[in-house]
């Protein structure tokens, strides 16, 4: 019963926040597209510190809408997962996000169920985080452990009273970071019915490590 009732909450608090990042969304996103456009027009004709500066707060208030859009829209359970290669699909996802002069060593030999989108938005996610964190010069590894794989990184490392906190909403130290990229990583997880746990490095960075995961042998 009181495992139900814990359920129930959580889907209610699943559709409310979903309708929030709707309205938030729709509210937000055509206001802001109208403020982009008139200042591209004011930037064809003036330079300035001071409207790039605007460009920059744009970009940011767009990189806050989707990450709450996925926030929302992440949790439902993957009901039907593919055979994923993990050492691909790393590689792919390297090249879709600045990493600027930060280095990946892939480690992963296994193939995994999952769903290929949704995974490959932790490992992007990872990879961003890592070097919000990291700086531009960090080294990032990727590899098998026995009931998963591990995202690990040498960078600076989380103090271990902040390691449980990086998975709140909205929690970050970085300037860059918007507070919802390491949520929607354990939404992710938990939606596969995956466990994600956060340590230290064995380079003295932080450790992602994702277990429960099922192997696939095609």
């Not at 309205?23 to 937000?28: A, E, K, N, Q």
């Not at 920059?56 to 439902?76: N, Q, T, V």
Request: some cysteine; overall charge negative.
């Amino acid at each position: 019963m009181e495992l139900e009732m814990q359920r129930q909450r959580l889907r209610a608090e699943r559709d409310r926040l979903d309708e929030f990042a709707s309205i938030v969304s729709h509210d937000l996103q055509n206001p802001l597209g109208v403020a982009e456009g008139h200042l591209e027009l004011v930037q064809e004709k003036y330079e300035s510190d001071s409207l790039d500066a605007i460009a920059k707060a744009h970009d940011r208030m767009e990189s806050l809408i989707d990450d709450l859009l996925a926030l929302a829209r992440e949790g439902d359970k993957v009901t039907d997962p593919e055979p994923v290669n993990l050492d691909s699909l790393t590689e792919a996802c390297w090249q879709t996000v600045e990493t600027g002069d930060a280095t990946l060593v892939t480690e992963a030999e296994r193939t995994i169920r999952a769903d290929r989108s949704r995974l490959a938005q932790v490992l992007e996610n990872l990879f961003r985080n890592a070097v919000e964190h990291g700086g531009d010069d960090v080294t990032i590894r990727v590899g098998d452990i026995e009931e998963g794989f591990y995202v690990e990184d040498d960078g600076g490392g989380i103090p271990v009273d902040e390691q449980e906190q990086i998975f709140d909403a909205g929690y970050t130290t970085s300037d860059e970071g918007t507070g919802f990229g390491l949520p929607i990583v354990r939404q992710i997880v938990d939606a596969h019915g995956w466990t994600v746990r956060v340590t230290n490095g064995s380079r003295g960075g932080t450790r992602f490590e994702i277990t429960g995961v099922e192997f696939s042998t095609e």
